[in-house]
Antibody, heavy 125, light 110 residues
């Protein structure tokens, strides 16, 4: 069974940093692109970042470009999101999600399935 | 900010058919496939439809998707109480070089 388990969320002050992790199991991790998607309280879904299966290509939403860094350790089956210069508007539940292709934009597999249970990040003083 | 536009709400009585629209542009829906997600209250989103009209195993055939030009739609036939949820469309956007989600539609079963 494919499983994704996020961790690392919590309360952080504006301007602070946090690193999220997503532990994957039940599939060949390095063969699939992975993404982070967030949802602010009471709001819709917002794609944050994606990374190819090899880790060689990364993609970011304009809202986080230059502040967030996505990475993966295929030897540990783990996805990361390093979040710096955090702002109040970054407060959200952050989900990791698996794509069905090694490259996130391939039409043959650009959907997200499954999703993790999410980890809450709160940016507040 | 969402690039794909959906109606904020839709409703129907049990057994009715409900349709949700998703409007985009040439850089997203017009040139890439559309996926749909269902989010039940308090839970993580779940894949409902992929590649415009394909259902993952386990998704009832009451759910169907279609795409035409720069728009897509999700239909729920034979509406059931357990279909009360938020529904989101999504597609890759070639101009933004990233995924974009719809604004979301809350479906209520009356």
């Amino acid at each position: 069974e494919v499983q994704l388990l996020e961790s690392g969320g919590g309360l952080v002050q504006p301007g602070g940093s946090l690193r999220l992790s997503c532990a994957a199991s039940g599939f060949t991790f390095s063969s699939y692109a992975m993404s982070w998607v967030r949802q602010a309280p009471g709001k819709g879904l917002e794609w944050v970042s994606a990374i190819s299966g090899s880790g060689g290509s990364t993609y970011y939403a304009d809202s986080v470009k230059g502040r967030f860094t996505i990475s993966r350790d295929n030897s540990k089956n783990t996805l990361y999101l390093q979040m710096n210069s955090l702002r109040a508007e970054d407060t959200a539940v952050y989900y990791c999600a698996k794509s069905e292709a090694a490259i996130p934009y391939y039409s043959s597999g650009n959907w997200f399935d499954p999703w993790g249970q999410g980890t809450l990040v709160t940016v507040s003083s | 900010q969402s690039v794909l536009t959906q109606p904020p709400s839709a409703s129907g009585t049990p057994g009715q058919r409900v349709t949700i629209s998703c409007s985009g542009s040439s850089s997203n829906i017009g040139s890439n496939t559309v996926n749909w997600y269902q989010q039940l209250p308090g839970t993580a989103p779940k894949l409902l439809i992929y590649s415009n009209n394909q259902r993952p195993s386990g998704v009832p055939d009451r759910f169907s998707g279609s795409k035409s030009g720069t728009s897509a739609s999700l239909a729920i036939s034979g509406l059931q109480s357990e279909d009360e949820a938020d529904y989101y469309c999504a597609a890759w956007d070639d101009s933004l070089n990233g995924q974009v989600f719809g604004t979301g539609t809350k479906v209520t079963v009356l």
